[in-house]
């Protein structure tokens, strides 16, 4: 039944998150019924093991060698009737066991993603993408193969110490020798659980390292077909890829050893006991159904054995995986205690370290005699940084933005990045993003984009299919369309970056003047150059090295400024240069 029970999620406490075992500890509170259950089931099934081998000893003794037909029989029903049990209930602990693996998994990536998500556009700055990739993959599988102990594990400590039991009453002697002899085998493979994790956090930095240079080479190779970089980039691909390689059969080395005395082990001790208890039973120590029973019960030891070495790799590898991907949870990502509400309406947005204002109802431009000193206001406007870098934080009617509930901040102020991801999906999906679409608004948002032509010319209309990155759309394309979709949230405040660089100067105008014209009830900064969108804003602030220069219209400023005018020209010439 709790299989068909609703999911919860809810994200881990800093305390869940103070090291790789609490993280782990975490991944199985979440589903502690399920673990229960699972539990229950590889304890059934790890003693109902050790039944085979008890009927068949009274089989053979009580039946067998008494000469006792019915005996025997039911002897051999009861064996029957035990291996039906033992096989169902092998196969529902198998199926428990794989949904608590998936339901870790799941877990364990729904965090990442949420977390990610908080950390926002600061997340580049702060982990690189092979790093997350990594971590949302292979570290997260990782973690949620150790939960296997969780069943098999607890049911092969339960089977280990019936069979002791079992055996004290045939004799003591085989039962001291098992008692000390599974745990020194279970010791011996330390050594090698030690080295997995520390060449494990190696080869995983090596791993990240390797997948974040797959991911910019995969992400710049237009640039590189252009520039012919592709076979130096390559090489260094090839060089750095070697060295994972190196790194992985140093972690290879010792878990092949442990997987190897996994099965090797075990088969030495089976033998070892096999023998002593044939010597027992040829001096008359034990009966010829105890030495069955003997050798049944150590047959059924192996299992857990192996187990216990498997389940100490599993963890060992865990270990290493679930600190990863702490590192990465416990980056942080602002004040999330007792958030300040938003205050209805758009009203001045401040940043003090620059005295940039923004004010509702006009499309404010913003352009810098340094294109980074823009990026830094818009970030720290867009509450994109992490907090530490802020001496003073902007604020939003008069509250400080880091003290505002974020969630609602990010629905009502919007940061439309000209490097912001085109996902794959139909123009209808990528434009309504996460809201729901509605095709009136959507016609709407596009039209004030200039993107109207864009989506005439596809096959489909709304409905055509555009690729991940909107790689079978051209430059300008996507630029129109990711104005689109920021228009389509209808932001209290939209901060776009430079969102008409890649069109030519007639889709320009009528992309600025829609934009002006569909927002004049809230706040929009567009961050720029273009000399054609400054003078149709309402207000242009003018940056020098980081701080407000000078505020007016594009045409005071030209007259009046003579750092904005030189720049403007400069703007001017590259423009008709590229004309030309």
């Known amino acids: 039944m709790s299989d068909r029970a609703e999911q919860r999620w809810s994200p881990p406490s800093p305390r869940d998150l103070a090291g790789p075992f609490r993280f782990l500890f975490w991944l199985t509170r979440s589903?502690?019924?399920?673990?229960?259950?699972?539990?229950?089931?590889?304890?059934?099934?790890?003693?109902?093991?050790?039944?085979?081998?008890?009927?068949?000893?009274?089989?053979?003794?009580?039946?067998?060698?008494?000469?006792?037909?019915?005996?025997?029989?039911?002897?051999?029903?009861?064996?029957?009737?035990?291996?039906?049990?033992?096989?169902?209930?092998?196969?529902?602990r198998h199926r428990t066991?794989?949904?608590?693996?998936?339901?870790?998994?799941?877990?364990?990536?729904?965090?990442?993603?949420?977390?990610?998500?908080?950390?926002?556009?600061?997340?580049?700055?702060?982990?690189?993408?092979?790093?997350?990739?990594?971590?949302?993959?292979?570290?997260?599988?990782?973690?949620?193969?150790?939960?296997?102990?969780?069943?098999?594990?607890?049911?092969?400590?339960?089977?280990?110490?019936?069979?002791?039991?079992?055996?004290?009453?045939?004799?003591?002697?085989?039962?001291v020798v098992i008692l000390l002899g599974v745990p020194l085998l279970a010791v011996a493979v330390g050594p090698l659980l030690h080295r997995i994790e520390r060449t494990g956090g190696e080869y995983r930095v090596q791993q990240g390292r390797l997948t974040t240079r797959l991911v910019d080479a995969l992400a710049g190779l237009g640039v590189l077909n252009g520039l012919g970089g592709k076979a130096w980039v390559a090489d260094r691909y090839a060089q750095q890829s070697r060295r994972v390689v190196a790194a992985g059969y140093r972690v290879a080395k010792p878990a092949s050893w442990v997987g190897a005395l996994a099965t090797g082990l075990p088969?030495?001790?089976l033998a070892a006991v096999v023998w002593l208890s044939a010597r027992l039973a040829a001096s008359g120590a034990i009966t010829i159904g105890d030495l069955v029973a003997v050798y049944g019960y150590v047959a059924v030891l192996v299992v857990p054995v192996a187990q216990f070495i498997e389940g100490?790799?599993?963890?060992?590898?865990?270990?290493?995986?679930?600190?990863?991907?702490?590192?990465?949870?416990?980056?942080?990502?602002?004040?999330?205690?007792?958030?300040?509400?938003?205050?209805?309406?758009?009203?001045?947005?401040?940043?003090?370290?620059?005295?940039?204002?923004?004010?509702?109802?006009?499309?404010?431009?913003?352009?810098?005699?340094?294109?980074?000193?823009?990026?830094?206001?818009?970030?720290?406007?867009?509450?994109?940084?992490?907090?530490?870098?802020?001496?003073?934080?902007?604020?939003?009617?008069g509250v400080p933005i880091t003290d505002l509930d974020r969630n609602e901040f990010r629905t009502r102020l919007l940061v439309a990045d000209n490097d912001a991801e085109v996902f794959a999906g139909t123009v209808r999906e990528i434009v309504a993003g996460r809201l729901e679409p509605d095709d009136v608004r959507i016609r709407a948002a596009l039209r004030i984009a200039a993107a109207d032509d864009v989506v005439q010319a596809l096959p489909g209309g709304l409905d055509a299919a555009v690729a991940?990155?909107?790689?079978?759309?051209?430059?300008?394309?996507?630029?129109?369309?990711?104005?689109?979709?920021?228009?389509?949230?209808?932001?209290?405040?939209?901060?776009?970056?430079?969102?008409t660089s890649a069109v030519d100067a007639n889709t320009e105008a009528v992309m600025i003047n829609r934009l002006g014209d569909s927002r004049r009830e809230v706040s929009t900064m567009i961050s720029t150059s273009s000399?054609?969108?400054?003078?149709?804003?309402?207000?242009?602030?003018?940056?020098?090295?980081?701080?407000?220069?000078?505020?007016?219209?594009?045409?005071?400023?030209?007259?009046?400024?003579?750092?904005?005018?030189?720049?403007?020209?400069r703007a001017q010439n590259d423009i008709e240069g590229e004309d030309r």
């Open 31 to 92: 589903q502690l019924r399920r673990v229960a259950v699972g539990a229950g089931l590889g304890i059934g099934w790890a003693v109902g093991l050790a039944v085979p081998p008890w009927a068949l000893a009274h089989a053979i003794d009580d039946g067998f060698v008494a000469g006792d037909h019915r005996a025997l029989v039911g002897w051999s029903v009861v064996l029957l009737i035990t291996g039906i049990l033992i096989a169902a209930l092998s196969i529902a």
């Open 97 to 175: 066991m794989t949904k608590i693996r998936m339901d870790a998994s799941f877990r364990a990536a729904r965090t990442t993603v949420w977390h990610t998500s908080r950390l926002g556009a600061s997340l580049r700055s702060r982990v690189n993408a092979g790093e997350v990739v990594t971590v949302g993959i292979a570290d997260v599988q990782t973690v949620a193969m150790a939960l296997t102990v969780t069943g098999p594990g607890v049911g092969a400590v339960v089977g280990y110490l019936v069979v002791a039991v079992l055996l004290v009453a045939i004799s003591p002697v085989l039962a």
């Open 267 to 269: 088969s030495l001790f």
């Open 312 to 397: 100490a790799g599993d963890i060992a590898r865990a270990r290493v995986a679930a600190h990863r991907i702490i590192d990465l949870l416990n980056l942080p990502a602002g004040q999330d205690t007792d958030p300040v509400p938003v205050r209805a309406g758009c009203g001045p947005l401040v940043d003090p370290e620059s005295g940039v204002v923004v004010r509702p109802g006009l499309l404010t431009a913003l352009v810098a005699t340094h294109p980074v000193d823009a990026r830094t206001v818009i970030e720290r406007l867009g509450r994109l940084p992490h907090p530490a870098t802020i001496t003073e934080a902007a604020t939003w009617n």
């Open 468 to 499: 991940a990155g909107g790689r079978d759309l051209s430059g300008g394309q996507r630029q129109r369309i990711r104005l689109a979709r920021a228009v389509y949230a209808a932001p209290d405040v939209l901060i776009a970056v430079d969102p």
């Open 531 to 569: 000399p054609l969108v400054l003078d149709r804003a309402d207000e242009v602030i003018f940056l020098a090295d980081g701080r407000v220069s000078a505020i007016g219209t594009h045409a005071e400023l030209t007259r009046t400024v003579p750092g904005y005018r030189d720049l403007v020209s």
